[in-house]
């Protein structure tokens, strides 16, 4: 049953459909919340969030691709949020970032990584179903292939192939888009640059 099917029988109501799906990407998406807050407790909340808002909207919701693809970009803000409420009432301080890094973390650094976030999820998102499953249990969660086949119920073999296949594509179209990404990117950066310095010049008279 294919993903769309699935998030149609949700959005009329079908608990059973909601369970299987909260099933199948709960551990997965905990793993993603994870990357961006480092704690497990807060990533689980922050998954049951998601959760329980999709079953309440759902028949306000529309997915545009498919259901991991939405879930995932949803656990992504509500992790953001949760960090800048955190900065903002705690003065929080990632601990995985050093000071220098934070003091590099430019605007034109965090629009390159924001652009490059959103590219990996909409590649990941047009990723065959079992592909995409073997690479988001493998890159996201960290599982051994021997772990995954037997999770998934398919050979070492076939995993192997899965991922050779999806790095594959990851990195051809992830070469293409960065190429033109930071070509626009440093143009914009330099225009301002040169904005500026001109107004430095105004200033200066």
């Not at 051809?172 to 990117?185: C, D, P, R």
Request: proline residues 1%; neutral net charge; hydrophobic residues 40%.
């Amino acid at each position: 049953m294919s993903e769309n099917i699935d998030w149609n029988r949700i959005q009329q109501g079908d608990q059973q459909a909601f369970e299987v799906l909260f099933k199948e990407h709960y551990q997965m998406l905990c793993s993603f919340a994870f990357h961006y807050l480092k704690d497990h407790d807060e990533s689980e909340e922050v998954v049951q969030q998601v959760f329980f808002n999709l079953w309440k909207n759902r028949e306000q919701i529309t997915v545009q691709k498919n259901v991991l693809g939405y879930l995932m970009q949803a656990v992504k803000n509500h992790c953001l949020n949760k960090i800048k409420k955190w900065k903002t009432e705690q003065g929080y301080v990632s601990s995985s970032v050093s000071e220098e890094n934070t003091q590099r973390n430019t605007p034109y650094d965090q629009a390159v990584s924001s652009e490059l976030e959103k590219k990996v999820l909409e590649l990941i998102d047009l990723l065959p179903p079992e592909r995409q499953k073997v690479f988001v249990m493998s890159r996201l969660q960290g599982k051994k292939y021997k772990e995954i086949a037997e999770l998934l119920g398919i050979s070492v073999k076939t995993v192997e192939n899965q991922m050779g296949k999806a790095l594959k594509y990851m990195r051809t179209h992830l070469q293409e888009y960065l190429a033109i990404l930071f070509m626009v990117m440093y143009a914009i950066n330099f225009l301002h640059q040169i904005g500026v310095f001109e107004l430095t010049i105004v200033l200066s008279i």
